[in-house]
């Protein structure tokens, strides 16, 4: 008997073919002049052609109906347990990397052609994503017909934004409320006070003062156009190759938000007013001159909100430079943290691009290719942040990044346009003195 997959690529083209034979009809002109070595093709002829791919694509449909009815069958499972009741395992998604369905491809196929077996698919896996807990689809910002990406294409946009968006991914996303455009935290600016009673005296009597910070909810969106030659007939490499592309533009879009946004309301941590800073000016600098500042940075935000920080961020290029220090004997002062002699500045825990890569005074390091390069005068700064996370705010919709198709923008060409977007928004002004910066001419270029 014929594979699953086999039967599944077949009916594919078997529709492909369809789809030919009726553009073909649709073309038809009965008073054009076939062109030299061309036979004319009547009417009848593209009709009985239509006709046979019909027949084929059902008796296929069918088929493979009946397959995937079969191998549904087979998640059947009796339990070892003495009611012998049975029980139904998880059924297969529509969409898989495995199964050969494209949802790229029913996308345009559903709006193009009203194919109603892809118009299915897509209902089918609609249902699929609401009933899932982690997909809240309530939001009024995703109603209009979006579609929740694929759980295999949306594993894969976090394993690309990871590479992306190590800030953003440091501080952790919360859920973004749904039905609203902005966010109000309340916060306590001015606190009650104590005093000593004497006996029969007055209470010492101050009342706290409160305020709030608004947060808008902002749109980051990205879209490509693919030919619609390679939306009919890739199988279905499409799907990961755009998806993957959009996460990606997507991923580091928000990453240099969360650090350099300018915009009210939504302002990056090295725009925050009123955060620590630290100036390390050195025409020469050396780690073991760079290590005092970093310590500065850390008991700032001891002492401005009695809590510790938790993460120090920093360009590559600057851990780069730390791993390149030695001391007077040629030793590394950064080493792999399974060699931790007593004089060393720092542990080294593995060789990675971007994100976790070591401590340094005891707080991890996250490098972050997203962080400016272009500071101070000779516009060749880099800057180190130091904070304490969970004092940084970052909202993300939960349900998203979601997915929509256009043909009509692309018809004169043949290209159909696919669209990412999500929702989000940041706080980190909740209180500024969370926050360490380091910057000046001792984090200019390093060399090597």
């Known amino acids: 008997m014929d594979s699953l997959e086999s039967v599944r690529e077949e009916y594919q083209r078997s529709v492909e073919e369809l789809h030919a034979a009726a553009d073909a009809i649709e073309e038809f002109d009965p008073e054009a002049t076939p062109e030299d070595g061309e036979e004319a093709v009547s009417f009848e002829d593209l009709q009985a052609t239509f006709d046979g791919c019909e027949q084929n694509a059902t008796e296929l449909r069918d088929k493979l109906t009946l397959l995937e009815r079969t191998q549904e069958a087979r998640s059947v499972s009796v339990p070892d347990s003495p009611s012998g009741s049975a029980r139904v395992t998880t059924e297969p998604l529509t969409y898989t990397r495995e199964n050969g369905n494209s949802i790229f491809r029913d996308m345009y196929r559903a709006e193009k052609h009203n194919d109603r077996t892809a118009i299915d698919r897509l209902e089918r896996h609609q249902a699929e994503m609401r009933e899932r807990s982690e997909f809240d689809l309530s939001s009024t910002d995703s109603a209009g017909g979006y579609l929740v990406a694929p759980l295999f294409l949306q594993e894969e946009f976090v394993t690309l934004a990871r590479a992306g968006r190590p800030t953003a991914n440091a501080i952790g996303s919360r859920a973004l409320p749904p039905n609203t455009d902005s966010l109000n935290i309340p916060t306590m600016d001015g606190g009650t006070a104590v005093a000593t009673q004497a ?27 693919v030919s619609q030659q390679l939306v009919d007939r890739s199988v279905p490499g499409v799907d990961e190759v755009i998806f993957a592309d959009l996460a990606k533009a997507l991923a580091v879009n928000l990453d240099v938000s969360v650090l350099s946004s300018t915009t009210t309301n939504n302002k990056g941590i090295l725009q925050v007013s009123g955060i620590n800073t630290v100036t390390y000016t050195d025409s020469t600098p050396t780690l073991p001159e760079l290590y005092p500042k970093i310590a500065n940075a850390i008991q700032q935000i001891h002492t401005g909100i009695f809590t510790p920080p938790t993460a120090i961020f920093m360009h590559p290029r600057r ?3 730390c791993l390149a220090s030695s001391d007077g004997n040629s030793r590394p002062l950064i080493v792999p943290a399974a060699q931790q002699p007593l004089d060393v500045a720092g542990t080294q825990q593995g060789v990675v691009s971007q994100g976790p890569v070591g401590t340094i ?26 904070a304490a996370v969970p004092e940084l705010y970052l909202w993300e919709e939960t349900a998203g990044p979601f997915l929509e198709t256009f043909r009509d923008v692309g018809s004169g060409t043949l290209t159909v346009r696919f669209r990412l977007h999500n929702y989000w928004g940041q706080l980190h002004a909740r209180r500024p003195k969370a926050i360490s910066v380091i910057s000046g001419t001792g984090l200019s270029t390093p060399s090597f």
């Open 361 to 386: 005074q005891g707080l991890p390091v996250i490098t972050d290719s997203n962080i400016p390069t272009t500071n101070g005068a000779g516009t060749n700064e880099d800057q180190i942040i130091v």
């Open 199 to 225: 006996d029969g005296g007055a209470v010492q009597k101050t009342d706290a003062t409160f305020n709030t910070l608004a947060v808008d909810v902002k749109t980051v969106a990205g879209m490509q156009d």
């Open 319 to 321: 851990w780069g430079f």
